[in-house]
């Protein structure tokens, strides 16, 4: 996919020649207005397009497709899940579902709707029913004997027991259940001297999952949901386990005795036992426990190994290499069909075992890890220090064949067909969320509804920052994820929350979920996700008009897509896996703890392996992707390897800036104890002293600098310096990107001679705050994204490197601010021109409801209304769009901008004048400009409303239930009969009671015509 921006520089050389003497500014001004008003077809939203279980309709994915087309949705992921609603007839992956994904697949390409194809059924991972035990995801798992005494003795080991599988034995089919029991290999017997200290093996709770010991975790045998398990841990804080107890025995690793040999396949040996008490450990291979879920149940299977490519060959083969083959897929088109692969949000637990893992960590870490297996179970080997550096090259050197074998594997695959790879890089991911995210073309987010489930905000500044890094234009995100929705949301609602994950660095918004319609279109709302996802579909009551606020979207997305984003500090994350990283909390202004704002120096999070690609160039760090930084801040962590030390080092030398204190160890085994010695050389060359001064201390080196003090550990923010110490520094030589009076958020992207900042009110008030912009000798522009609305600013002051703008806004009110041009003196005009109201529509009102929704044909309502309170049940209980009409005068309009003003609407409407279409008003200010339609007499206003669907839902629960029982479609709909309770709508998951509140709806108004002088 080539961005917008990629091909400015080409039509810029194009308007040159054909313009003459157009400067280059204004050709470049005027390309991104137009892209801007029109948006390519690139910038549209996208959805999970989600199947349930069979229930899949060829008529009903054209239908679908076409309904996203008409709405302005240019992208879906197509998956298919299992999420508790009856299963249909169409098995996946059989033959009938293989030619309805190529008819989706085509129907795309027809459409100019872009397709991601999740890796596997379900949405965690990558496995299925054809994946073999001994391809599937291992742990080493052991049993362990005590012999005492001296002489030969006959010892019988039991054979290690699978462990439990995280989410339980629930999602099981009796043929993965037994492949769990059965699967099992022999990797290696150890005996050592009994009575040595167990690491920590204390159990950690969570809430609602089982307890598991805190090596559990170390070892990689489990890692909990950090978004939605209590006590989850950001990272492993590992030098703090280097500290010796005291009383500690350890095992000595070169008395432990290899028995491997000596077993016989019954597990027992005959062994003459040195004399002692001496424990005797058999090592196994068992699977661990993780399935594909929530598949459909054709689709249960094994997850495939994420160590090891032939095991994800012959995952990949049975799947998308038998659908690929079935429709004839060769190559991606790129004007539609299918584009990419996609890697969901890691939900498929910790490994820590493959066949040739002992072989790939010898390679990568350099010794053998046979003697340290009895850390595996909490054994201390050597010494406290040594196997917690065993267990964090155990965990490196796992994260390393994620990323190689399992992430970059499915790329290359992807990459021999045309595809990218789209990657969730987090939840229950053992790998570091920033290392797996950079391998993907197109790292993804994840953000749920306010209120309705985990708060997964943090995602926004993994997925952004590595795009960032890397010079991918475009960061998509799983986008308003609800539980129990309820048909509540819509794109007004949506629209503040949206606006932060724009100013969070989102260019890309896909919606959670564009439920598949597999049901007959009289049944509405239809086909649900289960309990979860907002309701972003053709069946929504307002989806007629959400190509108003699509639009807008894709106005937004377009603008934030052009360029880089511009961010002064960069947060480079420790080598640790696993890994969540959090920029300092004092980093961010919260409105709601979902929507954590950032301040007025913006930042992005690095990951270790992509900070060995930067440079320093004119005092700032910069990345081949183009995005650069002004300072580098180290996290609080005590262990570094000598060669990031090394990177961090020759970035100073070469004129950056950073900030921190100097590692004290290295973390890993290979080399040690003589990468601790190299390690300190380092620090001593680069920080002066091992010894960090009291106060904020600056110390010169090479071209660069580097500032440290005890506070950067002491007061460490998420392992960071506190935000107040960066933006003292960076403020000694430029000031704060963006400063407002507190109630705007921001973001700012930057071209040649150009700025685009993204501003937003962030509260349920309107406002005007006087801001500050870091961009100066160039006049500002508002571009308004719900009118397409462009023009000048007259009103503004540049001072030194900044330009002030006063600003108004009404509530959730977000626009682009954009600089461009030399500045011109003001013309006088203000930037806000306030109207006058010229009257106010108080006559009655005539309105149509819909009679196949049970509404009135015709009703008169004397004064405007909320349905709800209305006497009359019909109106009362109505879901759908109902017509007002009225006729009115106009008083005096000359020389007068004229604005049509709803007032309170509830919750969408479309303006017609006098026969014209006006288009839909879907958020504040809820104002149309109807001058150009508008006449002095006898106006003819026809305003269509529509509400959502809770009030129908609510009153059809008055009426006997003859939906889904006992999990099976109701008898009536199978056999295609006559329904049998008198219900008006239909879903497959009830949301509602009959004594639920209903929902305020229709035009409440006061609707007024409000006039600006010209």
């Not at 397009?49 to 054209?62: A, C, I, Q, V």
């Not at 990657?423 to 969320?433: Q, S």
């Amino acid at each position: 996919m080539i961005s917008i921006c990629n091909k400015i520089p080409y039509l810029l050389l194009c308007l040159f020649l054909v313009g003459g003497c157009t400067s280059p500014d204004s050709i470049r001004s005027n390309t991104l207005k137009k892209g801007f008003i029109s948006p390519l077809d690139s910038a549209r939203p996208g959805v999970y397009w989600y199947f349930t279980d069979g229930n899949l309709s060829k008529e009903g994915m054209t239908k679908d497709l076409e309904a996203m087309k008409d709405a302005g949705i240019g992208y879906v992921v197509f998956l298919e899940v299992n999420v508790g609603v009856p299963r249909g007839k169409v098995d996946f992956l059989s033959e009938e579902w293989q030619d309805l994904f190529g008819h989706a697949v085509k129907e795309c390409e027809r459409l100019g709707i872009f397709i991601t194809l999740g890796v596997g059924p379900g949405w965690t991972g990558s496995g299925g029913p054809w994946v073999e035990a001994a391809q599937s995801m291992q742990h080493l798992v052991y049993s362990t004997v005590e012999v005492s005494g001296a002489g030969k003795q006959n010892v019988r080991l039991p054979k290690p027991a699978p462990r439990r599988p995280f989410f339980g034995e629930g999602s099981f089919t009796p043929e993965v259940k037994k492949q769990w029991e059965d699967f099992y290999e022999d990797v290696a017997v150890l005996a050592f001297l009994s009575g040595a200290t167990q690491i920590d093996t204390l159990p950690v709770s969570g809430s609602g999952y089982f307890e598991i010991p805190e090596i559990d975790e170390r070892a990689l045998y489990y890692r909990k949901p950090y978004s939605s398990a209590v006590g989850v841990p950001q990272y492993i804080p590992l030098f703090e386990y280097f500290a010796e107890n005291t009383g500690d025995v350890a095992v000595d690793k070169n008395r432990i005795i290899d028995l491997t040999d000596q077993m016989r396949d019954d597990g027992s040996l005959e062994w003459d036992v040195p004399p002692g008490r001496w424990t005797v450990m058999r090592f196994g291979s068992r699977n661990n426990g993780a399935v594909t879920r929530p598949a459909p149940l054709p689709g249960v299977g094994l997850e495939a190994d994420k160590f090891d490519t032939t095991a994800m060959n012959a995952h990949l083969d049975k799947f998308t290499g038998q659908l690929f083959g079935h429709i004839g897929f060769r190559k991606a088109n790129p004007a539609g069909g299918l584009q990419m692969l996609h890697m969901d949000s890691w939900e498929m637990g910790a490994q820590n075992w493959t066949g040739r893992f002992r072989e790939e960590f010898m390679r990568r870490r350099g010794y053998d890890p046979l003697p340290f297996y009895p850390v595996y179970a909490g054994v201390i080997v050597q010494s406290r220090e040594v196997s917690e550096r065993f267990l964090w090259d155990l965990r490196q050197t796992s994260q390393e064949l994620v990323l190689e074998y399992h992430a970059g594997h499915i790329k290359r695959y992807g990459q021999r067909y045309g595809l990218g790879l789209s990657i969730e890089p987090y939840d229950m991911n053992p790998t570091a969320d920033l290392e797996l995210a950079a391998v993907g073309d197109m790292p993804m987010c994840e953000f749920w509804s306010i209120g309705m489930g985990c708060n997964t905000s943090f995602s926004t500044g993994e997925g952004a920052s590595v795009a960032h890094l890397t010079g991918q234009p475009v960061v998509p995100a799983e986008s308003f994820t609800a539980h129990l929705d309820g048909w509540r949301q819509h794109p007004a609602s949506v629209k503040d929350q949206g606006e932060w994950a724009f100013a969070a660095g989102i260019n890309r918004l896909v919606y959670h979920t564009y439920q598949h319609q597999a049901l007959p279109d009289s049944l509405r709302p239809g086909m649900t996700f289960g309990p979860y996802g907002v309701h972003w579909d053709r069946n929504q009551t307002w989806w007629p008009m959400s190509d108003a606020y699509h639009r807008y979207v894709a106005r937004c997305q377009y603008m934030l897509q052009q360029g880089r984003t511009v961010a002064d500090i960069l947060y480079l994350s420790p080598e640790s896996a696993p890994h969540v990283f959090r920029a300092p909390a004092s980093a961010f202004d919260y409105e709601h703890e979902f929507l954590p704002d950032r301040k007025g120096y913006n930042f992005d999070g690095c990951p270790p392996s992509l900070l060995y690609q930067a440079a320093v160039k004119d005092g700032r760090i910069v990345f081949p992707g183009g995005a650069t930084y002004r300072l580098l801040a180290l996290p609080a962590f005590k262990t570094m390897t000598p060669a990031l030390l090394k990177k961090i080092s020759d970035l100073v030398r070469e004129g950056a800036t950073v900030v921190g204190c100097p590692p004290e160890k290295s973390p890993s085994l290979s080399g040690y104890p003589g990468c601790d010695s190299e390690l300190r050389k380092l620090a001593q060359e680069l920080w002066g002293s091992a010894e960090a001064p009291e106060n904020l201390t600056v110390r010169a080196f090479g071209q660069g600098k580097i500032v440290w003090s005890k506070r950067l550990l002491s007061e460490a923010d998420n392992l960071y310096p506190p935000y107040e110490v960066t933006a003292s520094l960076l403020s000694e030589s430029v000031p704060p990107d963006f400063q407002s009076e507190g109630s705007i958020r921001y973001t700012h992207r930057t071209l040649e001679d150009m700025d685009i900042y993204f501003v937003s009110n962030r509260t349920e008030h309107a406002v005007s705050e006087l801001c500050k912009f870091r961009s100066s000798g160039k006049k500002p522009e508002l571009w308004n994204p719900v009118t397409g609305e462009t023009r000048a600013l007259p009103e503004y002051e540049i001072t030194g490197e900044l330009t002030l703008v006063r600003l108004n806004f009404d509530l959730h009110e977000g626009y682009f601010i954009v600089f461009h041009d030399h500045p011109a003196k003001p013309d006088g005009k203000t930037n806000f021109p306030q109207p006058e109201l010229l009257t106010v529509l108080s006559a009655p009102w005539t309105v149509s409801f819909d009679p196949k929704w049970g509404g009135p044909a015709s009703v008169v309502f004397e004064q405007l209304t909320d349905w709800s309170q209305h006497a009359d049940t019909g109106i009362k209980y109505y879901s759908g769009t109902a017509v007002y009409r009225q006729t009115f005068d106009l008083p005096d309009r000359k020389d007068k901008t004229l604005l049509l003003d709803l007032g309170k609407v509830k919750n969408m409407a479309r303006v017609r004048l006098n026969g014209k279409d006006l288009g839909v008003v879907w958020t504040a200010p809820w104002q149309v400009n109807i001058t150009d339609a508008a006449m002095e007499k006898g106006n003819q206003l026809e305003i269509e409303v529509v509400n959502l669907w809770a009030n129908r839902l609510i009153g059809d629960e008055q009426l006997p239930d003859d939906g889904i029982r006992n999990g099976q479609w109701p008898e009536w709909l199978t056999e295609g009969k006559a329904r049998t309770g008198g219900r008006y709508t239909f879903a497959t998951f009830n949301h509602y009671h009959k004594d639920s509140p209903l929902q305020e709806s229709g035009l409440i108004g006061p609707v007024k015509v409000l006039g600006i002088e010209n």
